[in-house]
């Protein structure tokens, strides 16, 4: 725990200073995200937005409190999961990152996934579902047709059940696809509270054998 921890921490410092990228111009702070580091379930989101740049916090703004709602009637606190952003500085104008942006940041991306080794991992929204079916080797074909289904896949090496659903902020001003969301949020708590207790008897049967 204590090598994950120095690990993080300085992961996070080089995010923290990194120029890569043009966004390191225009940012107030970078947002590495946050989280438990031992969770099975990570959230990953587009890009940072003005709340989150000023706050450096991941998910504080109106979808973030919408994220954190869904999570909470579904009986799970955030400190449970981890929740990050492909790229980790806001875009101008809380645009798209760019292919190049994206390029440049998604190494600590894969670090972060390596470090703390999820068993699910739930995309947020079609930019980070189209990386995330990129490193899984899986053609992206859209929102409407992956949404809500678990793909049992390898990233880096790593056994991922990969979920995709809408981004929240998609969700705000749009009750279809808030239904939606809230529909698949249910069928990512039942596969996380699955694999909870997947492990804690393949934990009890090690202590058997």
Known sequence: MALKNDGWKKLVEEIRNCKKCRLHKNRRNTVPGEGSLNTKLMFIGEAPGVKEDEEGRPFVGAAGKLLTKLLENNGISREEVFIT???????????EPYDDEIKACLPYLTRQIAMIKPK????LGRVSTKILYSLAHIPFTSMSKLHGSVRNVYINGLEIKLIATYHPAAALYNPQLRTILEKDFKLIITVYRENIRVSKTHTLLDFFR
Request: proline share 13%; glycine share 6%.
């Open 85 to 95: 952003n492909v790229v980790k500085c806001r875009p101008p104008g809380n645009r």
């Open 120 to 123: 699910i991992i739930v995309t």
